[in-house]
């Protein structure tokens, strides 16, 4: 481990633990469910919006270290829910979780992870763990929550290390939907939450990927009726719905993996001449279906503050990130594919255009939640794209 100076912690309960593959062991205080979850630890830096990520699609297989300490303080709601049941695995905190204190709050963070069958753990030196995972990358381990504090340390050890790892891990079908269903909720507002959309301008098909609903949500803002259809849909069944534009969704695992039968699609949807719009695992995907690899970083990406540079425009736009795998740069342009933006913060691609702009596709998430809003914008430039398609 790191040679860092650890706190004494130990005035606190120990009902859970947290055990990597490298055998390190971090005791804590047990958080909601019971039980034992195995996963790629990662970190997400962000201050606000904990229930959006634990209930992103995108981690499924994966328990989040929270950076921020404060985690639990505005309680959870129905409202800020990504999907309908929280795809992590489990999370990693700094402090207990504390009384919520928000306007919005229905439940506390504790009382809501334990009905979500989601287990947590509290009182872990974050600070130290995500200084491991910097310096070596993200581990595997497993959180285990027992009320009575009683925990084989060699099983847990072996079972983090047996566990095979994201790399080439196909997560995507387990997340998205069964069967397709329409989406018209707009988004939220202080006065009247979620709207409705009324007239629609387009009619965009989304695969679902592990889509989170706030993507959706902007679509429905920015003048589009969506079809959302699971993961496995053939693009000849995408067609029959008739669509002006396809959207591909963001999602956990490894693109690589997902790419494995999703391919074929996406390859004839660049050919058909349809607007395509990709964001996360969909621009992953997009960039394999257009010649390109993608690679497993090292730490990855997870934040509220990630700064990305727009190429062409020299303009810097603060994003919402979350993304443990990413485009390589070595073949793009042959494929005629344009890289458009990059991180300020490791100089990795953030987004792609090929066809003159009619397929794009950007890694960070435009939709926030949690996160700034500074790319919105993407929604309504692509519904504008579906719209103008649709008269033609
Ligand atoms: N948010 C996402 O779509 C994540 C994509 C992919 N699973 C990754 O970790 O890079």
Redesign the pocket.
Known sequence: MDDLPTEDLSNRLKTAVLVLADGSVYHGEGIGATGEAVGEICFNTAMTGYQEILT?????G?IITFTFPHIGNVGTNREDMESATPAARGFVVREPVPAPSNWRSEHSLEDWAKDQGLIGISGVDTRRLTRHIRAHGAPNGVIAHDRAGQFDLPALVEKARTWPG?HGME??RDVSTSTPYPWQETLWQREGGYGRLDQARAHIVAVD??I?RNILRNLASAGARVTVVPAETSFTEIMALAPDAVFL???????AA?AGYALPMIKDLIASGLPVFG??????ILGLALGGR?V??QQ?HRGANHPVKDIESGRVSITA??????VAKDNLAEQGVAITQLSLFDGTICALKAKDGRIFSV?Q?PEASPGPQDNFDLFSRFVDQAASASQT
């Open positions: 992103d699609p995108s981690y499924a994966q994201l997560l995507a990927f592990g989170k969704s963001n999602g956990p695992g490894d693109p997902t964001i996360c695992l969909g621009h992953q993608t497993k970083m990855g990130m979350n993304h443990g795998f990413a890694q998430h």
